[in-house]
Antibody, heavy 121, light 107 residues
């Protein structure tokens, strides 16, 4: 059974940093694209970033480019999102997601329960 | 970036009604279009990928169609458990983008 468990969210001041983690199990982690998607309170879904199976190719939303870094640790079956220079508008629930099939980069078929990030002074 | 526009933003329908949601892309995305469902306080759930392929375990009353720039999600006979917000999402090119969502309520 596929499981994705996010952690690392919390309250951080504007300009601060936070690292989110997503522990994956139930599938061959290194074979799948992985994603981060966020949802501000009361708002819609916003795709944040994705990384390919071997960690060599990454893409970002314009709103986070240069501030966020996605990475993965194959030995730990864990996905990360390093978030720097955080802004109030980064406040959201952050979900990690697994790619639909090996080699499929743009579709998420499983989502974690999310971790909440609040950026406020 | 590819912009995705959904309509309507909300709708209210009765159990058994046929419901249609439209999604338009700002440029051709071929059939690279997904639909997901999100209930309050829950993570999203993939319903349809590649415009018309039903994800495993999803009831057959859900269907998707379209290609290029215009797509539709149809619920053939609305059920109480279908009360949720529905999002389209293009998987054609990065940055991936979602529509603004359609909130479906049961009368």
């Amino acid at each position: 059974e596929v499981q994705l468990v996010e952690s690392g969210g919390g309250l951080v001041q504007p300009g601060g940093s936070l690292r989110l983690s997503c522990a994956a199990s139930g599938f061959t982690f290194s074979s799948y694209w992985m994603h981060w998607v966020r949802q501000a309170p009361g708002k819609g879904l916003e795709w944040v970033s994705r990384i390919d199976g071997d960690g060599t190719t990454t893409h970002y939303a314009d709103s986070v480019k240069g501030r966020f870094t996605i990475s993965r640790d194959q030995a730990k079956n864990t996905l990360y999102l390093q978030m720097n220079s955080l802004r109030a508008e980064d406040t959201a629930m952050y979900y990690c997601g697994k790619g639909l099939r090996v080699g499929v980069s743009g579709t998420v078929d499983y989502w974690g329960l999310g971790t909440l990030v609040t950026v406020s002074s | 970036d590819i912009q995705m526009t959904q309509s309507p933003s909300s709708l209210s329908a009765s159990v058994g009604d046929r419901v249609t949601i439209t999604c338009r892309a700002s440029q051709s995305i071929t059939s690279s279009l997904n639909w997901c469902q999100q209930k309050p306080g829950k993570a999203p759930k993939l319903l349809i990928f590649a415009a018309s392929t039903l994800q495993g375990g999803v009831p057959s009353r859900f269907s998707g169609s379209g290609s290029g720039t215009e797509f539709t999600l149809t619920i053939s006979s609305l059920q109480p458990e279908d009360s949720a917000t529905y999002y389209c999402q293009q998987s054609y090119s990065a940055p991936l983008t979602f529509g603004g969502g359609t909130k479906v309520e049961i009368k």
